[in-house]
């Protein structure tokens, strides 16, 4: 257990349907991460939250959207999702978001868009 | 743009050496991190070089050159629940991840 965890583990969705993945950290940490993980390819990372500000959208499209309600939580919202969006989608945080920071990452959420 | 280059696959005999080695281009470059994933897990860090030089935790260590852009992930005396995914890492910027099959 990384203390981060992410609900839910599975999920299948139409591409008209709207689900929201959640991340919650027991770490006490200030910044949280979205990334997207696909077969074979690099980390992807989608979002970053320092203090529940977002600091960073990696030209991430518009039927994602992220909330951070405060600094223990993190959902990403879906909507109108493509099939290509199927991947595993993971969330990380860390202590702030200076780039010598571990993160430490959740098991993610398989999600299969049909 | 940021990229990190690490092979993609690597197959070894229990109780053998793997070197994972990581070739990066990266702006503001700050250091060399490595995380093991294994198959459905999560990422989990395994060490960090800011500095030049060699970092030894256990059996792992970690290796940096800045002044080549490269590092390595050295794994010894492997064991079969090293078989995983290893990933590079610049903070926020990520390799594609080598995975390490570990045979009997």
């Known amino acids: 257990e990384t203390g981060v965890t992410q609900t839910p583990r599975h999920l299948v969705m139409g591409m008209t349907n709207k689900k929201s993945l959640k991340c919650e950290q027991h770490?006490?940490?200030?910044?949280m991460y979205w990334y997207k993980q696909s077969a074979k390819k690099p980390l992807e990372l989608m979002f970053v939250y320092n203090f529940k500000e977002q600091t960073e959208n990696n030209s991430v499209p518009s039927r994602f959207s992220p909330e951070c309600p405060n600094s223990s939580h993190l959902f990403l919202h879906l909507h109108t999702l493509q099939p290509e969006d199927s991947a595993l989608y993971l969330c990380?945080?860390?202590?702030?978001?200076?780039?010598?920071?571990?993160?430490?990452f959740g098991p993610g959420t398989r999600l299969t868009v049909l | 743009g940021q990229s990190l280059e690490q092979p993609s696959e690597v197959t070894a005999v229990e109780g053998a050496i793997v070197q994972i080695n990581c070739t990066y281009q990266t702006s503001g470059f700050y250091g060399l991190s490595w995380y093991q994933q294994h198959d459905g897990g999560a990422p989990t860090f395994l060490s960090y070089n800011a500095l030049d030089g060699l970092e030894e935790t256990g059996r792992f260590s970690s290796f940096l050159s800045r002044s080549d852009s490269y590092g390595y992930l050295l794994l010894q005396e492997l064991q079969m629940k090293d078989s995983a995914s290893y990933f590079c890492a610049d903070k926020l910027s990520f390799g594609a991840g080598t995975t390490v099959t570990v045979r009997a």
């Open positions: 770490l006490g940490h200030n910044a």
């Open positions: 990380a945080s860390s202590q702030d978001s200076g780039r010598e920071d571990t993160q430490y």
